[in-house]
């Protein structure tokens, strides 16, 4: 395939094992080089109308005679084909199937009227409209947003949602240039992942304006990215092609925030080559974003809980950053191959980020500067995956941990978590290892993106390619870089590290950080033991240090508790006397601290404290990213002292959150009413200088809180996506920053720690985080990983947050295994039962649990990747939530029940735009009846499909 991105023959595609199993289309046969865009966006209807016209171009000898396009979820209305209307008045729709197919939609076939010979070219277009199903399109009421003056429409793509966009080629192996006009009402500002191609046209009556764009490098389907909403713009550092764009009331503290990015698209470009993207612009999207980022060309979406005041989270965006050549200009042939987007990605952002580092002056990098931050961010990311693959087999879901996946029939969100992340750094790092001199690994480096710019690669590419660059030249002796030769087919032991499940094949391996892991774990040990005292200990030091600091000690808290102990008041309020985190802007920052003050019980007011809960109900009504909402509401749900105001709190939000945040939200009210909360204060306190407050005594129950765990997890990763893990953990969704990713996403470095993941959620994670991420993704984030996360939320995972996040995890928390054994019976409820009715409603709620449970971690990527019902599947919910409000009335019997009046009045209402396939649940505070509802729904679906 040429460098320029030129189409190559089907033959030597199938050559190159790119036949991507995604995608319904025709691609090998037929492919689209070219796509014009006319789009309409309608806030009221909450849809998106459209007509793309096409350009394909045979590469096959056998001579194709229509054009086959992915769609999902897409009302088509008109087609022509060289001229010739095929479908519309009177004319039937040419889908193969009658209805969409979950995960991967319908095909859209249109008849060319002759055959195509190679080298031949079509030009085809369709007219269409989005549907409130169309998990790609999310819109915000005004509400929503940061100023609360005007909706907002953003789309979310990674991995397979473009086809509920646009009918197009949805696969990565399949990348085309773009213009576009998008129709938005006068006074909102269209933006898409392109650049600007003419000055905006207002309409004759002055109600619409139209807004231009042109993508002249070619992209794949899944980073076509549209936004609109009432935007303000700012440049970054002076720079002319880079800028900020954001609601009004956060623009200037948005361009301060990110004002490093030129340095860090200057450092990418010194070691992956020239940016050809034209612009790079960031556009900080409303506070109810789920996941972290996502790294759609020349406009790289980011949360605003990036915006520290001190621009220690800013690095976040390295990773969307790098980016620009991993993944956006060398692209992964298809999903399996996804680790070639991240693997390389995770390396770049860490030599990015250490030379940054290295030669700024500004103190938010503390004493993690250089190759300390290198070696920092890589051990915490060792750890991550780790974590990740031991959750894995747990679950019994072992084949994800597999760097390059098979996955035929499969939903590419539900294989997204951090391994693609972690596990492909840590084969990049391999090749530097072996390699041994950093400027010669950088100059291979440099050389992978120079040879692939434009085009898809697979695995075996990069393993070629590495061979090639280190082998000797014929005639001299000398490789191509003019050094020693490398034998690198026997260097590396490629097959194992492709096929095999598990860690990495060189894991363990040493990381000389300075000790800065071991000077955080140190201090975490003894305040968590309550000895710490001194307040200049944190002097000087970095967010990332802070971050691993809380994680360790919410990790302490976590085993404490299985102990029948917790961490003391007292020693809570000292260290935040000592170390200010409760003043803390840093996002990432407040949310551990108020996990760990949740530990400890530090709640509702005390002698020691006015408590966390207002702080908490703060927090949750500002920001609506998976990877911290659903934590919080977690915890908040299974402690006596707050359980009452989270589930006010939840009904209070759901309109406020995003649909897919709501859904996972509402999911695990569900879950956790039916559960026996914990009274914290009753838990014996560790370390009090003075006996804290006397309480009862404890429950049995063991609150599996928290683990904010991960260090250097990827926002991609979190939330990844966004967007991204494939199914949540109750540890990933306590938001160890993770897994991706989301977007990616997926969920981008908790310093970033992404998400979903990324880490979604995933940093990414964001996992995220995707990814990302959403990582949407995300929930689909498969993990919205951590991703759910987060992954965070994204991560997908039920995503993943999606999806989404950012999305972002694969394995099930202790509490979560424990409420598994637990759901067949009713729990202590069912032996005070009187009747025979009594105890059957009480056993089916407890069942009721088992099944929510097992939905929640099986189907979390799929929820963070912003999957919708179809309207059966709705209709078949429906019926499962009166089953279950007719069997299960009262709390006793699984706190799922309610009446049958109040379901009718909960059906009665009318619901629109993107989640009207879900959220009968999210209405009239109704919350835990319908989340019940519809993820026993979800239980069963994958019980059928198993």
């Given at each position: 395939?040429?460098s ?52 394909a ?15 999902r ?13 095929i ?9 193969k ?5 979950a ?10 009227g ?28 005004a ?34 240039t ?21 000055d ?8 619409f ?39 009004p ?13 030129p340095?860090?698209?200057r450092?990418?470009e ?49 990773h ?46 503390g004493?993690v ?48 978590s ?14 530097r ?7 010669r ?37 000398l ?9 690198m ?15 990495a ?5 040493e990381w000389?950080?300075?000790?800065i ?22 002097d ?15 990790r302490?808290a976590?085993t ?17 006397a ?12 407040a ?59 939840a ?22 009413t039916?559960?026996?909360a914990?009274?914290?204060?009753a ?56 897994a ?12 970033e ?5 990324e880490e ?27 991703e ?32 598994d ?7 202590p409820?069912?032996g ?20 929510l ?24 919910a ?37 989640a ?18 519809l993820?026993?729904?979800?239980a ?7």
């Amino acid at each position: 395939m040429a460098s320029d991105g030129a189409p190559a023959s089907a033959a030597a595609l199938r050559a190159r094992n790119l036949d991507c199993p995604s995608t319904l289309s025709n691609f090998l046969d037929l492919v689209v080089t070219n796509m014009h865009l006319d789009l309409a966006v309608d806030f009221e209807a909450e849809v998106i109308e459209g007509t793309v016209k096409y350009t394909a171009e045979a590469r096959s000898p056998s001579e194709p005679s229509e054009l086959v396009l992915d769609t999902r979820h897409l009302e088509v209305i008109r087609v022509e084909a060289n001229g010739a209307v095929i479908v519309g008045e009177g004319i039937p729709i040419l889908f193969k199937g009658s209805e969409d197919t979950a995960p991967f939609g319908r095909a859209l076939h249109i008849p060319l009227g002759t055959s195509i010979a190679e080298g031949e070219s079509v030009e085809c277009s369709v007219t269409y409209r989005t549907t409130s199903q169309s998990s790609a399109v999310q819109f915000l009421k005004a509400e929503q947003t940061a100023d609360k003056e005007a909706p907002f429409l953003f789309t979310q793509c990674q991995a397979i949602h473009a086809r509920s966009l646009l009918p197009c080629q949805d696969t990565p192996g399949v990348k085309c240039t773009f213009t576009s006009s998008v129709r938005v009402p006068t006074g909102i500002t269209a933006l898409m992942s392109a650049l600007p191609d003419a000055d905006p046209v207002v309409s004759e009556d002055g109600a619409f304006t139209t807004f231009s764009f042109k993508q002249p490098v070619p992209v794949p389907s899944y980073l076509i990215a549209v936004a609109a909403g009432l935007l303000a713009q700012r440049p970054l550092a002076g720079e002319e092609t880079m800028s900020v764009w954001a609601e009004p009331s956060i623009v200037d503290a948005s361009a301060h925030e990110f004002a490093e990015t030129p340095a860090f698209v200057r450092a990418a470009e010194s070691i992956m080559g020239p940016y050809e993207w034209g612009r790079y612009d960031l556009l900080v999207l409303p506070p109810t974003f789920p996941y972290g980022g996502m790294e759609n060309p020349c406009l790289t979406f980011v949360t605003p809980t990036l915006l520290a005041g001190d621009r220690s989270l800013a690095d976040v965006v390295a990773h969307e950053i790098c980016h620009s050549w991993a993944g956006n200009l060398v692209t992964c042939a298809t999903w399996e191959h996804f680790w070639l987007n991240e693997g390389a990605t995770m390396m770049a952002q860490r030599l990015i980020v250490a030379a940054v580092s290295e030669a700024s002056s500004s103190p938010h990098w503390g004493a993690v500067r250089g190759e300390t931050n290198f070696q920092f961010d890589a051990a915490g990311g060792e750890e991550v995956l780790n974590r990740a693959v031991d959750d894995f087999v747990d679950r019994g879901q072992s084949p994800f941990t597999v760097l390059v996946p098979a996955l035929d029939g499969v939903d590419p969100d539900d294989s997204f978590s951090s391994v693609p992340y972690e596990k492909g750094f840590l084969l990049f790092d391999t090749i530097r290892r072996v390699v041994g001199d950093r400027a010669r690994f950088l100059g291979w480096f440099k050389s992978w993106f120079a040879t692939f710019r434009r085009r898809c690669a697979t695995s075996e590419d990069l393993k070629l390619h590495v061979i090639d660059h280190f082998a000797a030249a014929e005639g001299s002796g000398l490789a191509s870089d003019g050094a020693a030769p490398i034998d690198m087919a026997s260097a590396i032991a490629w097959d194992d590290w492709f096929a095999l499940e598990g860690r990495a094949v060189t894991s363990p391996l040493e990381w000389d950080d300075a000790g800065i892991r071991t000077g955080c774990s140190s201090l975490a040990a003894a305040w968590a033991a309550g000895v710490g005292s001194d307040s200049s200990a944190m002097d000087g030091w970095s967010a990332g240090q802070k971050i691993r600091f809380l994680d360790e000690v919410v990790r302490t808290a976590k085993t404490m508790r299985s102990e029948g102990k917790r961490i003391a008041l007292s020693t809570v309020s000292r260290m935040d006397a000592a170390f200010g985190f409760g003043a803390s802007k840093n996002c990432e920052i407040a949310f551990r601290w108020l996990c760990l003050r949740i530990a400890a019980g530090d709640i509702l007011p005390s002698e020691h404290s006015a408590g966390c809960l207002e702080d908490a109900k703060q927090f949750l009504r500002t920001y609506g990213r998976m990877k911290y909402v659903r934590p919080l509401f977690q915890r908040l749900l299974r402690d006596t002292g707050s359980r009452a105001a989270a589930v006010e709190l939840a009904a209070e939000l759901a309109s406020f959150y995003h649909p897919i945040c709501s859904k996972v939200v509402a999911g695990d009210v569900a879950l956790e009413t039916g559960r026996e909360a914990t009274d914290s204060l009753a838990l014996e306190p560790v370390g009090a200088a003075t006996a804290d407050a006397e309480a009862p005594a404890a429950t049995e129950e063991e609150d599996d809180d928290a683990d904010a765990e991960a260090p250097a997890a990827t926002e991609e990763e979190d939330d990844d996506a966004d967007a991204e893990a494939p199914a949540a953990t109750e540890e990933d969704d306590d938001a160890d920053a993770e897994a991706p990713a989301a977007t990616e996403e997926d969920d981008d470095a908790d310093a970033e720690a992404p998400a979903a993941t990324e880490e979604d959620d995933d940093a990414d994670a964001e996992a995220p985080a995707a990814t990302e991420e959403d990582d949407d993704a995300d929930a689909e984030a498969p993990a919205a990983t951590e991703e759910d996360d987060d992954a965070d939320a994204e991560a997908p995972a039920a995503t993943e947050e999606d999806d989404d996040a950012d999305a972002e995890a694969p394995a099930a928390t202790e509490e979560d295994d424990d409420a598994d054994a637990e759901a067949p019976s009713a729990g202590p409820a069912l032996g005070a039962s009187k009747t025979a009715g009594a105890a059957a409603a009480a056993s089916t709620a407890g069942q009721t649990r088992g099944a929510l449970t097992a939905a929640l971690r099986r189907d979390q990527a799929k929820i963070e990747a912003k999957s919708a019902l179809s309207p059966d599947e709705q209709r078949e919910a429906e019926a499962l939530a009166k089953e279950l409000a007719s069997s299960a009335d009262s709390p006793a019997a699984g706190g799922a029940g309610a009446s049958a009046s109040l379901w009718s009045g909960i059906m009665s209402k009318e619901i629109s735009g993107p989640a009207a396939g879900w959220v009968p649940m999210l209405l009239a505070g109704s919350v835990v009846l319908c989340g019940a509802a519809l993820v026993v729904f979800a239980a069963r679906r994958i019980s059928s499909s198993d």
